[in-house]
Structures are given as structure tokens and as C-alpha cells.
């Protein structure tokens, strides 16, 4: 499989073609062998993109911190080993660690690599969390079945 597919996606999504949670469904439908695609395709995205500042609000504005404090504290997250998907309320970020690109409704901004290091760690924090709290969950759920069950055994009486 190539970039083109994805590219095509993201364009569409831009132009208003694409519904937001199609494009976010092409790329978490792809599996951990299709990171260096993704990879491929952020290299693509970044080129083509203005940095991240140009025209947007400084990070040092009040309201800069706050939209991007609002994105990634209402984010989702999905990593494929080497890179990461943060999917924010308006905004997706796609991030390899080396490179990272903010996807927007109009137009592509790209990231500086310590940005984009830092966002790649945070992918790789949501989603391990989130593996924890499932495994804590489903310990939880198996504890609760067996106490069901031997407490309503230990209701039958024993056929004498």
C-alpha cells in the first residue's frame, strides 16, 4: 500500500469531502506493519505544510495555551509503535517523534521535532493508560465472577 490513498483522505477531509471520522477511521483501521506508511506519509504532509506559528496564535498567548491545552486534554490517542495519532477536538496530530504535522478542518501545520518528540511521548502515555485502566477493569470484572460464583455455590445444599 502507498501514501496516496491516505494523502487523498486528508485533502478530501480539508476540502469538506470527507467526513472527520472516515479520515480517523482510514488511519486507525491500519495496523502496527503500517507505521512506516504512516511515517511516509506525515514526511509528505510536513512538506507541504506551514510551520506550526505562521498565522495561528502564539503558544505564549493566552489563547494559544488554551486552545492547545483544550486539544490535548480532550484527545484520544492511537500509537503504531514508532508513530502516534492524537486526535483532539478539532484537530488530528499525526507524529513519528522526528517529525509531527497539526491536521486542521482548512490547512496542515507542521511541528518542530522537540514538539514533536514531546507529542509522541504523550500518545504513548494515553494509550498505555488506557491499557492499564482496561487490564485493572477486566482484573476487577474476573474478581467479581468468581466471588458470584463461589458465594452462590456455597448457597446449594448438598444432596444428602
Excluded: K, Y
Excluded at 39 to 67: F, K, M, R, W, Y
Excluded at 102 to 121: D, H, K
Amino acid at each position: 500500500m502507498n501514501t496516496e490513498p491516505l494523502l487523498t483522505a486528508v485533502h478530501a477531509w480539508q476540502r469538506g469531502a470527507l467526513d472527520r471520522e472516515d479520515l480517523i477511521a482510514r488511519l486507525t483501521a491500519l495496523g502496527r506493519e503500517d507505521a512506516p506508511l504512516l511515517s511516509e506519509l506525515i514526511g509528505q504532509l510536513t512538506v507541504q505544510a506551514a510551520p506550526h506559528g505562521h498565522g495561528a496564535p502564539a503558544a505564549d498567548s493566552p489563547n494559544g495555551t488554551d486552545v492547545w491545552r483544550d486539544e490535548l486534554m480532550g484527545s484520544r490517542a492511537r500509537t503504531w509503535g514508532t508513530v502516534g495519532l492524537l486526535v483532539g477536538p478539532s484537530v488530528l496530530i499525526l507524529t513519528d517523534g522526528q517529525r509531527g504535522v497539526v491536521l486542521g478542518e482548512r490547512e496542515s501545520r507542521a511541528l518542530s521535532s522537540s514538539v514533536s518528540g514531546s507529542l509522541m511521548l504523550l500518545c504513548q502515555t494515553i494509550v498505555m493508560a488506557e491499557h492499564a485502566l482496561n487490564e485493572r477493569e477486566m482484573q476487577h470484572l474476573r474478581e467479581q465472577r468468581l466471588q458470584s460464583a463461589s458465594s452462590s455455590l456455597s448457597e446449594i445444599d448438598p444432596v444428602q
